[in-house]
């Protein structure tokens, strides 16, 4: 006997409109693509003034350790402070400070931001770095020798 066939099963195409519903409309990308720029700007913000801050905390650090180290030369030599930003081996060979720091923004061959401005003298010193987000404890004229740009400082002077 004679089996009887049935035609296969034909795959039905799809009308053209439904070809166009499986993506995303230049509506929809462009939106999804604002809100990412969105967000991209608002987290660059926040890390660049989060670096700023850390900036100006490396800065106050160092000034107080600046003046620390002042203060015991200050002991160990007769009642003097060092004259110079790189003499600070106290007169009875005890080295205060090793190396006198560099602002944080700097590059390596000390081009990009203020440096830390010192007055030295054998009597009286006064030590101070700019800040970036004008939160410091002094103006430009805190120091009578210490006279640059505008803006906040945090400065650091003799204690005796």
Do not use: H
């Amino acid at each position: 006997m004679n089996k009887l066939r049935l035609p296969r099963r034909l795959n039905i195409i799809a009308p053209r409109n439904d070809v166009f519903k499986r993506g995303f409309t230049l509506f929809e990308l462009l939106v999804s693509i604002s809100i990412i720029a969105i967000l991209t700007a608002i987290a660059t913000m926040s890390f660049s003034g989060a670096q700023k801050k850390a900036r100006d905390s490396r800065r106050v650090s160092d000034m107080n350790s600046l003046q620390k180290a002042a203060e015991q030369y200050y002991a160990f030599s007769s009642y003097v402070y060092p004259t110079t930003a790189s003499s600070w081996t106290a007169t009875n060979g005890q080295m205060v400070l090793e190396v006198f720091p560099k602002d944080p923004k700097l590059d390596s061959l000390g081009v990009g931001w203020t440096a830390y401005f010192p007055t030295l003298a054998a009597g009286s010193y006064c030590i101070c770095a700019a800040l970036e987000n004008n939160t410091g404890n002094s103006t430009n004229n805190t120091c009578s020798a210490f006279v640059v740009g505008t803006g906040a400082f945090y400065c650091v002077k003799n204690q005796q």
